[in-house]
């Protein structure tokens, strides 16, 4: 829940038998030695997963070790490298992974653009290839049941819709079993059943911690508190509306049904920044935003508080400086851009080949042909655009005047 330009809720105590976020009672501070069953809680969320790293970087600062770990999706990823390392060693080789990931470690781009691979007739836009390999280079051991802290990752089946617990068997396939997320990954299939990504049907798994014993739980969100679903402006946005507001009614529900005896720990990070699916440069703003968020929330706890930590002031994002071309108009600004990524990469488009899409060879159309039709491509704004520019031409002496591409004579 955004507070204002620079205030963000970094997250919130639950203190069972209450029903609510509540100061009813006000239990004894926590001591370094006191020491209950404690789980952490990993929730699913995308390439926003890297503000986990900075939570568990807190956790671990401040000493508290959990008993066992629970991960849904990319939760699931991160929950299966701490628990191989759970110490400040293995916080700083996660980070260290997820500050080299690039787009296309995770997910492979093809010749087709990722847009069109959404309407073919296949099992997933990117096969999982990418990610195993960076799972198996982070991890150090094979099985689930080899962790030195317990682990349990979540998975949905696709025989009949329900959860599965994966808590044995190798450890690699778990994780990109729960990290399947369907259309993007592929289903992966253990002990002959397909499984999907775990948070379709448990994105906080906070009842399996409990069930397991836990009374102590912190909980890692990858996004805010309170989801206020945004206005959309295609149909798919509408479908991952749909599923954002089911994923969260869950969630409530069980942080009020927190059973007597319990407590609840939530640590959050605020909507910003934004990123698509398959955007990996917010890392670095999330992991700091996750550690200091939750060294706010454990401050609050830990002084015996419940309900939501007070607000933080959270950086005032860049300013970038514009370009001659930006500042001097948007239109201008995107043929400056096209320019300059047609330079970059050696070739452009045509208009007609804009709209020819289904013929993939257009790629191998020279920059001499582009620019006998006079136009190059512009980067179009789309969260689903495979790479800048991929998906539009705008002819530059129609835009920016006759001056700006070469004479007709040269052209012939």
């Given at each position: 829940?955004?507070?204002?330009?620079?205030?963000?809720?970094?997250?919130?105590?639950?203190?069972?038998?209450?029903g609510?976020?509540?100061?009813?009672?006000r239990?004894?501070?926590?001591?370094?030695?006191?020491?209950a069953?404690?789980?952490?809680?990993?929730?699913?969320?995308?390439?926003?997963?890297?503000?986990?790293v900075?939570?568990?970087r807190?956790?671990?600062?401040?000493?508290?070790?959990?008993?066992?770990?629970?991960?849904?999706?990319?939760?699931?990823?991160?929950?299966?490298?701490?628990?191989?390392?759970?110490?400040?060693?293995?916080v700083?080789?996660?980070?260290?992974?997820w500050?080299?990931?690039?787009?296309?470690?995770?997910f492979?781009?093809?010749?087709?653009?990722?847009?069109?691979?959404?309407?073919?007739?296949?099992?997933s836009?990117?096969?999982?290839?990418?990610?195993?390999?960076?799972?198996?280079?982070?991890?150090?051991?094979?099985?689930?049941?080899?962790?030195?802290?317990?682990?349990?990752?979540?998975?949905?089946?696709?025989?009949?819709?329900?959860?599965?617990?994966?808590?044995?068997?190798?450890?690699?396939?778990?994780?990109?079993?729960?990290?399947?997320?369907?259309?993007?990954?592929?289903?992966?299939?253990?002990?002959?059943?397909?499984?999907?990504?775990?948070?379709?049907?448990?994105?906080?798994?906070?009842?399996?911690?409990?069930?397991?014993?836990?009374?102590?739980?912190?909980?890692?969100?990858?996004?805010?508190?309170?989801?206020?679903?945004?206005?959309?402006?295609?149909?798919v946005?509408?479908?991952?509306?749909?599923?954002?507001?089911?994923?969260?009614?869950?969630?409530?529900?069980?942080?009020?049904?927190?059973?007597?005896?319990?407590?609840?720990?939530?640590f959050?990070v605020?909507?910003?920044?934004?990123?698509?699916?398959?955007?990996?440069?917010?890392?670095?703003?999330?992991?700091?935003?996750?550690?200091?968020?939750?060294?706010?929330?454990?401050?609050?706890?830990?002084?015996?508080?419940?309900?939501?930590?007070?607000?933080?002031?959270?950086?005032?994002?860049?300013?970038?400086?514009?370009?001659?071309?930006?500042?001097?108009?948007?239109?201008?600004?995107?043929?400056?851009?096209?320019?300059?990524?047609?330079?970059?990469?050696?070739?452009?488009?045509?208009?007609?080949?804009r709209?020819?899409?289904?013929?993939?060879?257009?790629?191998?159309?020279?920059?001499?042909?582009?620019?006998?039709?006079?136009?190059?491509?512009?980067?179009?704004?789309?969260?689903?655009?495979?790479?800048?520019?991929?998906?539009?031409?705008?002819?530059?002496?129609?835009?920016?005047g006759?001056?700006?591409?070469?004479?007709?004579?040269?052209?012939?």
């Amino acid at each position: 829940m955004s507070l204002g330009p620079h205030l963000q809720l970094p997250g919130t105590v639950v203190r069972g038998g209450t029903g609510r976020r509540s100061w009813a009672r006000r239990p004894v501070p926590w001591r370094p030695r006191s020491r209950a069953r404690t789980a952490f809680v990993l929730a699913g969320g995308g390439t926003r997963g890297a503000a986990q790293v900075g939570m568990l970087r807190a956790l671990t600062e401040w000493g508290i070790v959990p008993d066992a770990v629970y991960g849904a999706s990319v939760g699931a990823v991160n929950a299966a490298g701490f628990a191989g390392s759970p110490d400040l060693t293995g916080v700083e080789t996660m980070t260290s992974v997820w500050r080299r990931l690039r787009r296309d470690d995770v997910f492979p781009q093809g010749r087709l653009p990722a847009p069109w691979r959404f309407f073919q007739a296949r099992e997933s836009v990117h096969a999982n290839d990418g990610l195993r390999r960076v799972v198996e280079r982070s991890l150090a051991y094979e099985h689930v049941e080899d962790a030195p802290v317990h682990l349990e990752v979540v998975a949905t089946s696709l025989t009949d819709g329900q959860v599965r617990w994966l808590s044995r068997g190798p450890v690699v396939d778990a994780v990109l079993a729960s990290a399947a997320l369907p259309a993007l990954f592929p289903p992966v299939t253990i002990d002959g059943e397909a499984l999907i990504d775990g948070g379709v049907v448990d994105n906080v798994p906070i009842g399996r911690a409990i069930d397991g014993g836990a009374r102590r739980v912190f909980v890692l969100l990858c996004g805010p508190l309170h989801y206020t679903p945004t206005p959309y402006r295609r149909p798919v946005e509408a479908v991952l509306t749909g599923l954002f507001i089911a994923v969260h009614a869950r969630f409530a529900r069980e942080l009020q049904a927190v059973p007597p005896g319990v407590e609840v720990v939530v640590f959050t990070v605020d909507t910003q920044p934004v990123s698509r699916y398959d955007d990996f440069s917010a890392t670095d703003a999330l992991i700091e935003a996750g550690r200091r968020n939750a060294d706010a929330v454990l401050a609050h706890w830990a002084g015996g508080h419940s309900g939501d930590a007070p607000a933080v002031v959270s950086p005032e994002p860049p300013t970038p400086t514009p370009t001659v071309a930006e500042a001097a108009g948007p239109r201008v600004a995107a043929v400056a851009s096209a320019r300059r990524w047609a330079e970059r990469v050696g070739r452009t488009v045509t208009q007609q080949e804009r709209w020819d899409r289904r013929d993939p060879d257009h790629v191998e159309r020279t920059p001499e042909r582009a620019r006998d039709a006079g136009a190059v491509m512009v980067p179009v704004d789309d969260p689903f655009r495979d790479t800048p520019g991929d998906l539009g031409t705008v002819p530059l002496d129609r835009e920016l005047g006759a001056s700006t591409t070469p004479a007709a004579d040269e052209r012939s």
